[in-house]
Structure formats: C-alpha cells, structure tokens
C-alpha cells in the first residue's frame, strides 16, 4: 500500500515537471512570435517576391494591360527603395497604397505608378523628365522599360536616398538632380514625356516649354481637389486632357536662392 502511495507521488511529481517544460517551451514560442511581429522577423527575398507577384496580379484586375509595365513592376524591388527606418512588411511595401518615406513625403501607390506609366505610352530609348524623384520607385520602373531617367528631388536627403538605392540595383540609366523641379532640367530637354509625381497648382510654363513635338506630360494639378492632367504638344500647341481624381504632395517652391546645379560628384 505504501509503494503503491510512493509510486502515485512520483507519477504526480513527473506530470508537473512536464507541465512545467510544456508551459515554458509554450512561453519561449509566444515571445519569438512576438519578436517577429515588431519587426525582428527577417523576411527571406522569396517572401518579398510572392507580395510583388500578388501586388502585380492586383494591377492586372484594376485593369493594367501593359505587358511591358506589369514586367517591369515584377522586377523592381519596391521594398528596397523604402528607407531602412519606415521597416514595412511584405503586406505593407506591396500593398495598393502610398507609404511614408520620411519628410512628410510618401513613394506613390502600385497603381498610381502603373496608370501614369501606362498614359505616356512610353517606347524604349526615350529620354523622361520626372518632377518629384521621392524615393526612386518611380524612376526604377522607367529605367527598366529601358527609357533614360532625369529626376529632379527637392529634400537633398530623399535624393542622396534615391542616387544610392538606383545606384545598388544597377538603374545606370537614372540621373537623379537635387533641385527645384519648377525649372526643369533645360540641358538635357526637350523630352519625350514628363512624369510630374507632386502636384502644382498649375501646369508650370517651363515644363511645358521642354516638351519635345510630340511629346506627352502627366501632372497632378489642383491644391485641395486635384486631378491628373495629360498634355501632348502636337504641331507646337498643347491638348490638355483631363483625367481622373487623384491625392498627390504639394509640388512646393524652393527659395529664391535655390539653383538646379548639380550636386558635386553627382
Ligand atoms: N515618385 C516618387 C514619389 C514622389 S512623392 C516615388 O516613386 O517614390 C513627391 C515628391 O516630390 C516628394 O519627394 C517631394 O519632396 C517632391 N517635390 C515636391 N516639390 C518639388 C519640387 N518643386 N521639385 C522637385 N521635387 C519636389
């Protein structure tokens, strides 16, 4: 009878320790998960490329049927022109919707890039102005249907950002200019299109004038209420199109002092 006590004690003492080793192995699983969900996860590249593939599936319902653009949107690496401390996830980098990049400022949404790209109706070789460099997303894609990129950023820091990343995923084809885009780029126009990514209140003259004939602008126009413009110079003069409701960052003013020159080495 004793034994038989001793024996039930031991069996006793035994399921504790396990429910002991169950509940601290359940306690170590429960903080690594944790971990992972405030940004210690490191996401492996096969995870950030199925969330470019479902956000190009994404822009083939909304109705993106440049076989060339949904490509090029396959490809550029959207995550990587994020800046390292915004720290989105997979869900988040590739999700149909602006995203902050510090400064106030935010890389455009999938589809907004795709849509303006797809207006232009871009060939191969051309040359493109755009206004509102950011984080370079923008100019990546254009780099990568093979047209010759110049982008003008006012925020110095967003533009250092910009050259680097464009510069690591080889988008040799990309002149970023750390300027006032109200000016343009006059030693490199006129251009085929210009691509303007912040919205001014108007068409400024000088963009217009740096349009080669023939060539096409899409521009964000309007403070409060905007809409997306497209003009095409044709025999000198300008058709103007209205399109669709849009929400962009103001294109703002530099200060009279401000000059288009080159940064050095850049
Ligand atoms: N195309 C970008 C998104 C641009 S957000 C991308 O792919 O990430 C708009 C950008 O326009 C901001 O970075 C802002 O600083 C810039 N901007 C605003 N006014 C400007 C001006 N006058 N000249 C050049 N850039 C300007």
Known sequence: ??????????????????????????????CLSCAG????????????????????????????KDEGILAAMNKVRRH?????????????????????????????????????????????????????????????????????????????????????VLKAEKYESVQVLTGDGYMGWPEHAPFDAIIVTCAPDDVPQTLIDQMKEGGRMIIPVGSGFQRLDILRKKDGKILRTEDVPVRFVPMVHSTPLSTNAPAKGK
Not at 2 to 29: A, E, G
Not at 107 to 121: D, F, G, N
């Open 1 to 30: 009878m004793i034994q038989y006590r001793i024996n039930i004690l031991v069996m006793n003492i035994q399921i504790t320790q396990i429910c002991y080793f169950l509940i601290s192995i359940s306690f170590v699983l429960l």
């Open 37 to 64: 969900k405030t940004g210690d996860h490191v996401e492996t590249e096969k995870e950030w490329t199925v969330a470019r593939k479902k956000m190009v599936s994404q822009l083939c319902a909304y109705r993106i």
């Open 80 to 164: 990587l022109f994020i800046p390292e401390q915004s720290k989105p996830s997979p869900s988040y980098a590739y999700g149909d919707h602006p995203y902050p990049i510090g400064f106030n400022q935010t890389i455009s949404q999938p589809y907004i890039v795709a849509y303006m790209t797809q207006c232009l109706e871009l060939k191969s070789g051309e040359k493109v102005l755009e206004i509102g460099t950011g984080s370079g997303y923008q100019a990546a894609m254009l780099a990568e249907l093979g047209i010759k990129v110049y982008s003008i950023e006012i925020i110095p820091q967003l533009a250092d950002h910009a050259r680097e």
